[in-house]
């Protein structure tokens, strides 16, 4: 009995503790956001709180925390406010079998690749709630839009999480990272790694990053939520904490595609350079998904955003072809070499 | 061609309807009679030698209760030929009605909305005479010489300002 | 299975929508995401320009000119001011004709790039907004040496000017000039040539020539549809015929004539070609000339009516002016470029999606300013 109440405990401690690294990505993320954007704009970004403005998103947090919280008048209530809630399970339960490091994994699921494309499209459900319950045409647009977008981008990111599990022969995250200590050449470090192990390879890690943006939502695939036409899309009505609940899920979503990027293609948390073991695999690991993020950030500052039928095209005519290809090639290439 | 050509063109097919022709400097124009407006107006745009496709503006202009004249006044242009004519339209400051010519030229469809909605004047045949600028259900016209505020708006009360001598 | 019954939905993009250029409401009817008619309402913005305008004395008119189209202040004052000395018969200085041409060009660059910041804006990218607004504020300063505003100048009037321009001016604007002509490569590489820009903007909102000439399009609109015409080449006012200078056209480079990609692309041709006659004007600058000499003391103009057109930035801006003889106009009407723009947008609108009627909108480049006067 106490077994079983002590194994809970554990599992509400380790959830507790995975929300809390959640909220300290998102802070730290919204304020290197501002910053690089800042920068990108040839301005300084925030820079009165704290020093060079770091304390500028506990200082919004608290705002958002104290803010009013209106619904109007006639959303369908039961809904409006589960949909954050919906929106935010679909992205979390995939934290459960994510690693944090070498040996940091919540449940070493042998299908952990599959069960996280499997979870992750709960997120859909969330976002057509919150589009439908506030009751605002535009909200009901982006509701719709983001709905197509995320089912359609799912595709692409499968197949080329699919790779990495092809050149492993398993489905288990923690396998996939380990089978690129060695590589090319029989050497180790950045030679191991699985996006230059074959061309194809290399392909699928950049189709992955475009559709992982887009699953994301972010600019320029950001049409559910595009600032200048629909307000904030499908969170027009929400602010206050229900705001802030879905701007931590789009964050960690953010979180999610880099890691996995950083996991399955990019070696996980082993060094780049050969023979080196001094800096502790957890920095290389932080290192690797900070890159992708960065790339995200960087991208959404620089580009416009797609119409939502070229997106469709995009994701239909483009990517999953591609990534059909590289699927083929990379079987093609194990088989024969 | 100059504006003596273009009258006495005119002249020639509408007879009746030309009244007068003005060619003071700062002062040129042909007065026409509104009936027959619609069909001068095609005349206009669509014979080869006068060619007039852009209608640069269309005023609305409210000469008082004392002369009790109002006019509606055409810029007209031929981008081909590039010569300028300014037409005229005199009539009543009650009920003044007026063919349309936005179907000729587009410009004219916003054009005559507003006028419609500063003077009052109808322009018979547009599709869809509505108010422009101010809501719907505004009262009066505002543009013309006489025209008092009215007392209240949907319960709010609209301020009555006096004219204040703004220049000494 | 009974048909599937479906019903255009009649949404309210309204008056205040982070992408409408101003209090604008357009009501759109939609199918789906494809628009199938939008009836734009306006007179939000309504001031009585013209009432006021009756109960002033000509030069009192200038300041609410101005704040007519905001954006482009100083051509509103050049074109109100030359049409008042039009019916004076004024002889005006030659310093005070090149400083207005610098003003005037200097205010066009400042228009098109707001109208360049914020088509980027529409469409998704964030940053050119900043460059282009990084830009603008070089000429605000510029403005602000002069005549002490930013926005609202009240700067050219009747006959003359308000403020001489100060020592250190000319070097400034050269500065200027040198500093902007290579960031249009920049905006270029940025924007102009972005696949994804592309995407958006060409072939899309095609206005043919026809048409544009018809709804009275003007300015570089109506340039970007092919059409010749230019007024400060075609019916030269002021000393615009002493400088050398193309008219841009749009072209079939990328997508169609008439596009969306042609309108901003002539915007951004066309500062090139502004910076060009700034520094034509400056090379040329009288020294010495008093710029307040020519200023009548009463200005009462003989009886008369006549429609006066100047080039803005947007279009064709035309003032209908009819003059009693006395100190105060009888009626001014002021024929804004922007209202002839918008109203063609039902035309070109209908059969795009949502997105695009922002990008169109964009485009056409209006300011609710000087539609509602």
Known sequence: MSDLVATALGMIVYALIIFGFLALFALVAVYLERKISGHIQDRLGPMRVGWHGMLQTIADTLKLLFKEDIIPANADRLLFKMAPYVLFVGTY?????????????????????????????LVVIGMIMAGYSSNNKWSLYGGMRSAAQIVSYEIPVGLSLLIGVMMTSSLNLTRIVDAQIVGLGGMDGIFGWNFIQNPF???????????????????????????????????????????????????????????????????????????????????????????????????????PRLRVDQLMVTCWKYLTPIAFANVIGVGLWILLF | MTLQEIHSLLEQEFGQSILELSEEEFNEYILLESKDWFEIATFLRNTPELYFNSLKCLTGVDYGPKEELMEVVYDLFSMEHRHHLTVKIQGPREEFHVPSVEFLWRTADWHEREAYDMFGIIFDGHRYLKRLLLPDDWEGFPLKKDYEVQEYYHGIRVPKIKPKKLTP | MRDLHTEEMTINMGPQHPSTHGVLRLRLRTDGEVVTGIEPVLGYLHRCFEKHSENLEYPGVIPFVDRCDYLAAMNNDHGYAMAIEKLLGIEIPERVEYLRIIFAELQRIASHLVAFGTFGLDVGAFTPFLYAFREREMILDLFEMTCGARLLYNYIWVGGLSHDIQPGFVEKTYNFLDHFEPKIQEYNSLLTNNKIF????????VLPAEVAINYGVTGPQLRASGVDWDLRRDEPYSIYDRFDWDVILGSEKVGVLGDCWNRYYVKILEMQESAKIIRQALDDLPVDGDVQEAIPRKIRPPKGSFYFRSENPRGELGYYIISDGGTKPFRVKMRSPALCNLSVIDEIGSGWLVADIVAILGSLDIVLGEIDR
Request: hydrophobic letters at 60%; a negative charge; glycine letters at 10%.
């Open chain 1, 93 to 121: 339960l995939v934290f459960a079998v994510l690693p944090f490091g070498p040996g940091l994994i919540g449940a070493d699921l042998n299908i952990g690749a599959f069960y996280i494309v499997a979870v992750s499209s």
């Open chain 1, 201 to 303: 390879a290399f392909l699928a890690f950049w189709v992955y990053v475009v559709a992982g943006t887009a699953e994301a939502n972010r600019t320029p695939f950001d049409l559910p939520e595009s600032e200048s036409e629909l307000v904030a899309g499908a969170f027009t009505e929400y602010s206050g904490m229900r705001w802030a609940f879905f701007f931590l899920a789009e964050y960690a979503n953010m979180w999610v595609v880099s890691v996995l990027g950083a996991i399955v293609f990019l070696g996980g948390w082993h060094s780049p350079i050969p023979g080196e073991d001094v800096i502790p695999g957890m920095l290389w690991f932080l290192f690797k998904v900070f890159t992708i993020v960065f790339l995200q950030i960087w991208a959404r500052w620089t580009f």
């Open chain 3, 198 to 205: 592309i995407e958006r903007t060409a072939d899309v909102g």
